[in-house]
């Protein structure tokens, strides 16, 4: 009767000890991508032959995203795996707590977002504008910010106005840039029947009265914008969050019942 216990608590010490290995290899894997990604982009642009250029730029570098989850999904992969491969009580514990440090930042950004909602488009309209300022600094972020004017179909943080922060693009009689009162060309509207991007359709716009810049560029800004999409597909990114929530639930679910499986068995060869 007592073998027939300890053979099962060893059958299921076993099941879930490889589906945790096999479950954090995944994201261990994808760490080491996203890590790879991000330190293959720092040393294109030459930060990695220079380290003290990374406090250089003055807007958001968007590898940092890639080098940040990168990070947290490898070291949580590599403890879930090695913690659940080797039986380590340690690694299992650290994989818990870490995981559970995660899903309680994200729960309290959630509450802190939902309650401080002025204070949120506060800092988002912030956000923006400071890396308008910086937005021929940096490629990727020039990238990222072309990416959710033309996505959302906006234009600066609360119109284009907001684009007289940036050096080149300000209607300052001291600016002598060929890019004087315009904005960047992801403020464009799109015409269907155009193949080719034209990059020069936001030249001098800004120049012209507001109702005919209608006409040519999307004068909405982007935090209303995004106000606006989040609205439109609440159902959607409510089940995303409360998915990786319930997943980040069942990992830590997973971890302790193989570390109270792990103690069972090791209780059970000091009594045979």
């Known amino acids: 009767m007592s073998g027939n216990r300890h053979l099962n608590v060893h059958e299921v010490s076993c099941c879930i000890k490889y589906f945790i ?12 991508a996203f890590l790879g990604i991000g330190l293959w982009a720092w040393n294109e642009k030459g930060v990695l032959s220079n380290i003290s250029s990374i406090t250089d730029l ?4 968007p590898v940092w995203l890639f080098l940040v989850v990168g990070g947290v999904m490898f070291i949580l992969g590599f403890a879930g795996c090695i913690g659940a491969l080797r039986e380590n009580s340690f690694l299992l514990k650290f994989f818990s707590v870490f995981l559970g440090i995660i899903f309680f930042l994200e729960l309290t950004a959630g509450v802190l977002a939902f309650v401080f909602k002025d204070w949120i488009k506060d800092q988002l309209k912030f956000f923006i504008n400071n ?14 910010i072309d990416f959710t004017q033309e996505y959302w ?22 600016n002598l840039s060929r890019e004087k009162c315009g904005v960047p060309f ?30 040519f560029i999307n004068t909405k800004g982007c935090v209303p914008q995004f106000e606006k999409w989040l609205q439109e597909n609440l159902t959607v990114v409510a089940g995303i969050f409360i998915g990786i929530a319930l997943l980040q639930i069942f990992g830590i679910c997973l971890a302790q019942n193989l570390l109270s ?8 060869c000091l009594f045979t």
């Open 186 to 215: 992801s403020c464009c509207t799109k015409d269907p029947a155009e193949d080719v991007i034209n990059t020069q359709c936001g030249y001098d716009i800004r120049a012209k009265p507001d109702l005919e810049q209608r006409t």
């Open 58 to 61: 003055g807007g958001f570098d």
């Open 131 to 144: 890396n308008i300022r910086a937005y021929r600094d940096d490629i990727d972020l020039q990238n990222l």
């Open 153 to 174: 179909e906006c234009c600066g943080a609360y119109g284009p106005k907001d684009w007289d922060l940036n050096i080149y693009f300000n209607c300052t009689d001291t």
């Open 261 to 268: 499986d792990i103690e069972a068995v090791r209780e059970s």
């Open 21 to 32: 290995f096999g479950f954090n290899i995944i994201f261990w894997l994808l760490g080491v």
